[in-house]
């Protein structure tokens, strides 16, 4: 297990200077640079400007660490994402703090998604081909039919503007020691992004949960359990929901990943100060620094988190082998 | 404890009743000049029957700003913010005109011109209470124009004697980056080029500037961003050498501030938060009364619109594709304003792209274009429809003056296109309108698309493209068709000349090249007698317009605004520097009333 | 990423095992037995029918989508305007339909270009030894490593104004798009392809054909293949509304299809600026690409209960 881990995050190394590289040689070919303005700067300014962000060196080069490319390997190895050249800030600073909100957001959405989804699903599984069961298929399927960015303005249209109920600005969430402490959030800012972002999962969620637990209610072992005379509760409770919830923990690990490394819609229909407004952002004005340093932080994540899971899934079910 | 607290309440005290003083003075002068020259443009929430109150807290939204450095940004967004923290030695009244700020009255003129002297008012404190002196101000200019910090408006600081050479220093003798002659920013070369700059203090209370020429627009430079001071007391800047220029940063707390507020937050991507100076020498005796402005980063417009309507705003800019729902919804005059800005739009032509070389064919396109149908279809009647580069109050034409030559005319338009088609004596190519990828930029370009093909049966193509591929198109010529145009930097018709019309400009990459414009601009740059000056600008201007040299102007820009009833005291000038935050002209009058 | 678990929780194992041809009539009969997937699948003919005729058949289309009427900005819906009229005074109607036909366009097209990247990725690793497998899997390790979205854009960046020799203009757009769309896509397909291939190469039947003396093209081609295709049907069918819906996403990123190619993702961002004055230029696009995703995703359940051999 340990030798796998090694062999995991080793691995990690080649691929994220494969992905770095690609990207680099892709962003450099973007047409029109950082400094490619409106009002057209004067030519003294834009040298200046190459000057003070080091890009005056040739991209890549023969002599490699004399280029852009082979500096920002250098760095990058002692740790130092670099200056982001829109706000001239730290790149790894605004990263974190952006991550901050982001991973917190997203863990809100996806325990928002499994209540919904998980409870939905068995709620369905239980009424098969019943009225309740059409309900919740309807929701499930629903739900993933919209674009999130249209479901999140007609949440702000309905709840926030015309109802009055929750605010449209920012992210009600305390600094992360006080995650616990509910005094701390601010509830009218942190409800309608958390369903904006849920509310997709949430429907797949409770489709894997429908099925998984239509298949689970079928096998011997319930039958078995209801012939006992077990009540339908502790039938559903302990046998049926334990035993489907193993493929919908298959699924949800890639899903946090990709919920707490961020939203670009979501945070950008609420104007959340989050992670994943950056990329795209930084793509659009051409900040360099800002969009290597999101690449690298979004590749180690999702392999991180990935990680992680896997190994999880070993710890959880035994029968699991890594070799 | 207790103490500072009502230390800080006669404190605001007596800042209400400065304000309220002021106030009532500043209500009465816009009644007066309004009229005359609509220079002014005030939000009508002087005067309401609500009493202003003291303290209260402001959200306003605006762009997150790029950089607080006054001596390196260039965004609009960034200069609104930095206005609201640090302040030149003049400042812009409401009608455009430099009044002293820090300045202790007008700047003193040698007899050739070409030195002038400014005197500091005494007793100026920083924020944190250090004297605010002459080297405070030497050490800003130095800083704009160091080649390190890179200042981005350096350009505007080119009269001052070595300010080009110090920032184009680094290039070495021969002018070309990348050379074996290149500079190191530590070379004892580059630091004589930065002692050599023409901006001294005589004392700590006198600064003097070396001017290459006569120059009547410097005390509107003196009032830029740009020219702030530095607070040189504070380490990182006392130690400030050309190779290490400092970093400003964007920390309130390691920063000083001379402007009305301080800075107390900043969160990126979300918001900044301000507070009032105490140290602030309100020059015009109007003094901060809010206990706090938030100005909150939103982009998306439609966002802010409803931040607006749940009451998380108190002002925001206004999405131009709602303009028709929102003026009924929040009633013109009531809660919604309009602010007309000094800019202008229009379809800039390459001339060096044929047939745009032809006079007649461009003449043809600018005659196709109807400037009513175009403003009222892409931004629901949002801008003023004009056929005049220069915006009137800048000393430019009327709007309507040139409708007669260069305005919407299908006969004249289809007359033209026939000549330009015998001159050319083939078949037109199929010329591209480049445009950016923002909804109103495309629409644009669809209308204009449209309307050729409808008045001249003539067909386009449609180039849709990011904002920073079509910018640097643009600097690049690499374009033929090309929705563009100006806001000014300064209130001034040269800004709207300079580097911009003339055969060798800069910024003309329209490729306009006229002899007349030539003469005119060559006599007009250095000449000391203002009106004769702006008459020749405004003879430029009229070329340019009727010529279609280089841009058919289709609308000078409008702000628009939405600001509750209970705000005072936002108030918008033409100046063009700022406007990035509803009636920032002057932060320190903002207020609310009961 | 969403396409990623949507095949994730597809589980073929057994699928493999059976012979083709009894396979395919079961699963046709099994299909049309389920109503939800029949109905989706009428309906989806029947959409894809009028988006075709509402792009070549004047009397549906009605108006030119892009001719421009400033008598008639922003209006609702009318008998002369079917779905109202948008900013530049065009009729939505026709809009609707040129977009649904793009949209489908799009969607088709991204399938088919993971197909072929998946299968022959995936073909090559199962295939190909254990070098070629190796070689396989990392470059299919960087691409899953590579985050969407991001690559979609800087992608699309790169290519967008280049003039490509051949096409251009609304092909050479639709054609990056679906590049750069399907260029995140194939991973799931390759890999599916990959564990389906290796699980079958050590079955019976395959063992049985080899050992008769079947040469290796004519196991892939009578055996491996018809097995493999069933889950990757099915995996097709969900990813069409994905790519679809990504298009879409693109389009409120501001990096979507560019005039005059108007996609429904591009009727849907532009209408989303006027949902508070003018709704109907959003809820018609946005309501056609909903009965869209609905009509993929039920046929999809239907493929796939009716692929699934656990039924039996």
């Given amino acids: ?323 | 404890m207790s103490f500072l607290k009502q230390w800080r309440y006669l404190l605001l005290a007596v800042f209400a009743i400065v304000a309220l003083a002021a106030f009532a003075a500043c209500g009465g002068d816009d009644d007066d000049d309004g009229g005359d020259d609509g220079g002014g443009t005030p939000t009508a929430t002087e005067g309401l029957s609500g009493k202003r109150i003291d303290g209260g807290d402001l959200t306003v939204q605006s762009v997150e700003f790029a950089s607080l450095d006054p001596h390196f940004s260039s965004f609009a967004q960034d200069i609104s913010i930095q206005r609201m923290l640090w302040r030149g030695l003049y400042t812009l009244d409401i009608d455009n005109v430099p009044q002293p700020s820090m300045a202790d009255g007008e700047p003193k003129l040698s007899a050739d011109g070409k030195t002038v002297t400014v005197a500091l008012k005494s007793g100026l404190t920083w924020s944190d209470g250090d004297d605010l002196l002459a080297e405070d101000f030497v050490a800003g200019f130095l800083r704009t124009c160091n080649p390190v910090n890179a200042g981005e408006y350096q350009y505007v600081l080119t009269n001052i004697v070595g300010c080009d050479d110090y920032y184009n220093s680094l290039a070495g003798p021969d002018g070309e980056p990348e050379t074996a002659d290149d500079l190191a920013a530590d070379s004892a070369e580059v630091a004589a080029l930065a002692e050599a700059v023409g901006v001294k203090a005589v004392d700590d209370l006198t600064i003097e500037f070396s001017l290459n020429e006569p120059q009547p627009t410097f005390p509107i430079i003196l009032s830029l961003w740009m020219t702030f001071p530095v607070p040189v007391h504070l380490d990182r800047f006392a130690n400030a050498t050309p190779a290490a220029p400092g970093d400003w940063g964007t920390d309130g707390s390691a920063l000083a501030f001379n402007g009305p507020y301080i800075l107390t937050g900043y969160t990126p991507q979300d918001s900044a938060t301000l507070a009032p100076n105490p140290n602030w020498a309100a020059p015009a005796g109007v003094s901060p009364t809010l206990d706090t402005i938030t100005i909150k980063f939103i982009d998306d417009l439609a966002q802010a619109a409803n931040a607006y309507r749940t009451g998380e705003l108190d002002a925001t800019d206004v999405d131009l594709t709602q303009l028709e729902s929102l003026v009924t919804e929040f009633g013109d005059g009531e809660e919604y304003f309009k602010f007309l800005t000094p800019s202008t739009r229009g379809l800039e032509m390459n001339m060096e792209k044929e047939p745009l070389n032809i006079p007649e064919f461009r003449l043809a396109l600018a005659q196709a274009i109807d400037r009513e149908k175009l403003n009222i279809a892409v931004v629901q009647g949002g801008n003023e429809p004009t056929t005049s580069w220069i915006p009137a109050v800048t000393g430019g034409h009327d709007p309507t003056e040139f409708d007669s030559v260069v305005g919407f005319d299908e006969a004249k338009a289809v007359e033209n296109f026939n000549k330009a088609k015998q001159i050319y004596g083939k078949e037109f190519p199929k010329l591209t309108i480049l445009v950016g990828d923002s909804p109103a930029a495309t629409a644009t370009a669809e209308f204009l698309q449209q309307s050729f093909k409808d008045v001249l049966a003539y067909d386009v193509d449609i180039e849709v493209v990011d904002s920073k591929t079509r910018s640097q198109r643009f600097t690049e010529e690499q374009f033929e068709l090309f929705p563009g145009g100006w806001i000014q930097d300064y209130p001034d018709p040269e800004n709207w000349i300079l580097g911009l019309f003339d055969t060798d400009g800069t910024l003309n990459h329209y490729n306009c090249s006229d002899p007349d414009i030539d003469a005119l601009v060559e006599k007009a740059r250095f000449n000391t007698n203002d009106s004769e000056r702006k008459d020749q600008y405004k003879q430029v201007n009229e070329i340019i317009s009727t010529t279609i040299c280089g841009i058919a102007p289709y609308w000078h820009e409008n702000n628009h605004w939405l600001i509750k009833p209970n705000v005072v005291g936002m108030r918008e000038n033409l100046a063009g520097q700022d406007g990035a935050i509803a009636g920032d002209w002057a932060a320190e009058a903002w207020g609310l009333s009961e | 990423m969403a396409q990623a678990q949507a095949i994730e929780q597809l589980d073929f194992e057994g699928v493999a095992a059976r012979r083709e041809r009894g396979l395919w009539s079961d699963a046709a009969r099994r299909l049309t037995k389920n109503r939800l997937a029949v109905v989706a699948l009428i309906l989806l003919v029947a959409v894809a029918t009028l988006a075709i005729a509402g792009n070549y058949v004047d009397a549906v289309q009605r108006y030119d989508p892009s001719a421009q009427d400033y008598d008639h900005l922003r209006e609702g819906p009318t008998w002369d305007h079917f779905f109202g009229t948008d900013n530049l005074g065009r009729d939505n109607w026709s809009r609707v339909l040129q977009g649904l036909l793009i949209s489908l366009e799009v969607g088709f097209g991204v399938q088919i270009f993971v197909l072929a990247i998946g299968l022959f990725v995936g073909g090559t690793a199962a295939l190909g030894g254990r070098l070629l497998d190796n070689i396989m899997m990392r470059i299919t390790d960087i691409a899953y490593a590579f985050p969407d979205l991001l690559f979609i854009i800087l992608l699309r960046s790169v290519f967008q104004h280049r003039d490509l020799p051949l096409v251009g203009g609304r092909t050479q757009e639709l054609l990056l798009m679906i590049f750069a769309i399907g260029f995140v896509a194939w991973v799931t397909i390759a890999r599916l392809v990959r564990g389906q291939m290796l699980a079958l190469k050590e079955r019976d039947f395959v063992i049985a054909a080899r050992a008769m003396g079947a040469s290796q093209w004519q196991i892939v081609y009578k055996h491996m293949l018809p097995n493999t295709l069933g889950p990757v049907i099915v995996a097709i069918v969900f990813g069409i509304p994905l790519a679809i819906f990504a298009e879409a996403v693109l389009g409120f990123v501001g990096i979507g299809l560019q005039p005059p190619t108007a996609s429904l993702g591009v009727l849907i961002s532009n209408g989303y600026r006027y949902i508070q004055g003018d709704i109907w230029m959003v809820i018609f696009p946005t309501s056609t690409l909903a009965v869209l995703m609905l009509c993929f995703t039920f046929l999809g359940d239907g493929l796939r209960d009716a692929l699934d051999p656990r039924q039996r």
Avoid at chain 1, 136 to 153: C, D, E, R
């Fill in chain 1, 1 to 323: 297990m340990t030798a796998y881990v090694i062999r995991r995050l080793l691995w990690m190394i080649p691929l994220l200077w494969a992905i770095i590289t690609i990207t680099f040689i892709l962003m450099h070919n973007v047409e029109g640079g950082p400094f490619s303005r409106e009002r057209p700067l004067p030519p003294a300014t834009v040298e200046n400007l190459n000057r003070r962000y080091g890009l005056d060196k040739p991209v890549i080069s023969i002599d490699v660490w004399n280029s852009q490319y082979g500096n920002y390997l250098i760095n990058l190895a002692q740790g130092d994402l670099g200056v982001s050249f829109e706000t001239d800030q730290p790149v790894s600073d605004l990263l974190w703090k952006g991550f901050a909100v982001s991973s917190q957001l997203g863990l809100m959405a996806f325990i928002f998604a499994m209540v919904i989804g998980i409870t939905l699903g068995t709620v369905s599984a239980l009424n098969h081909n019943g009225p309740l069961d059409y309900v919740g298929v309807f929701f499930s399927t629903a739900g993933a039919a919209m674009p999130n960015f249209i479901l999140g303005a007609f949440l702000i249209v309905i709840f926030a503007v015309e109802l009055g109920w929750f605010d449209v600005l920012g992210w009600g969430g305390p600094p992360w020691k006080e995650f616990y402490n509910p005094s701390a959030w601010d509830f009218r800012k942190a409800v309608l992004p958390v369903v904006a972002l849920g509310v997709l999962p949430a429907a797949y969620f409770a489709r894997i949960t429908r099925a998984s637990m239509l298949e689970v209610l079928e096998q011997d072992y319930i039958r078995t359990a209801r012939a006992k005379g077990l009540s339908e509760w502790v039938v559903v409770v302990r046998h049926a929901i334990k035993n489907a919830m193993v493929p919908i923990l298959t699924v949800m690990g890639p899903y946090l990943a990709f919920l707490i490394t961020g939203s670009f819609i979501v945070e950008s229909i609420f104007s959340i100060p989050g992670v994943g407004r950056r990329f795209v952002d930084s793509v659009v004005v051409r900040d360099y620094g800002m969009i290597m340093g999101t690449v690298v932080f979004f590749s180690v994540a999702i392999a991180v988190v990935n990680l992680v899971v896997d190994v999880l899934y070993a710890v959880v079910d035994p029968r699991i082998r890594y070799s």
